[in-house]
């Protein structure tokens, strides 16, 4: 029904939290697809603790590069981006999303869960709704295989890891298909002591590519991708 597209690197014991807590609350049967790393010193901690299925091994890389991988390889038609720092905690989570994208024939929808995070919670309500007010925040959000296929990707492939959210969030509200669900719960908590994190923000002075990357190329990008995805809605009428 839902594959999980994770890349991750030195947190052998979130991944597998991740999957005990998905598994543990899941209707239907969820697609793990990790991508490791092969420099990673926890490498053999990962293979101990995952069933070799859920993960890919592969060259430490983009982390863009390893979601839009691992959305390849999904076999299920709604993809999720995900961090391995997830908890999911609703009960029947996978079949509440997956109904959401039935009420739509096209199935062009992002569907952004609530995740626990303190910023703005107060002002989100707890109502399911199409979402067009201030940003979400949205760093785990799902899709379908409609939308990967027209647009070519999961994590827009400008990008090396930030702004992969905001990015997609902006093109969903454009087309009035950014699903907020505030009855569906993946926790996330701020790690202090994120080794994989200061990587992520330091090697390559990446954050800062990124945010160049981000004010160079979001209108120009982001309307070419809400008039493809609005082509498909209007073919599928």
């Not at 981006?81 to 999911?88: H, I, N």
Request: hydrophobic share 35%.
């Amino acid at each position: 029904m839902i594959s999980f597209c994770c890349p991750s690197r030195g947190r052998p014991e979130l991944a597998k939290r991740l999957v005990d807590t998905a598994t543990a609350t899941q209707k239907h049967n969820t697609e793990f697809l990790f991508y490791l790393n092969d420099d990673d010193e926890k490498l053999e901690e990962y293979k101990d603790l995952l069933d070799e299925k859920h993960y890919t091994v592969g060259p430490n890389q983009s982390t863009c590069y390893s979601w839009n991988l691992m959305c390849e390889k999904a076999s299920h038609d709604i993809v999720m981006l995900m961090g391995d720092d997830v908890q999911v905690q609703t009960q029947d989570w996978d079949q509440l999303i997956a109904d959401e994208f039935l009420r739509y024939e096209d199935r062009i929808l992002m569907v952004v869960p609530a995740d626990g995070r303190p910023k703005n919670a107060d002002k989100l309500g707890n109502e399911v709704k199409l979402w067009n007010d201030t940003p979400l925040p949205a760093a785990h959000f799902a899709v379908h295989k409609n939308w990967t296929n027209t647009l070519g990707w999961l994590a827009p492939v400008s990008f090396w890891h930030w702004h992969v959210d905001s990015y997609t969030q902006k093109v969903a509200r454009k087309l009035n298909r950014c699903l907020y669900m505030p009855n569906v719960v993946f926790k996330v908590k701020k790690i202090l002591t994120d080794n994989a994190g200061k990587q992520i923000r330091k090697n390559l002075n990446i954050a800062n590519r990124d945010e160049y990357v981000w004010t160079k190329i979001r209108e120009r990008y982001i309307n070419a991708d809400v008039n493809a995805l609005d082509n498909f809605i209007k073919s599928s009428i």
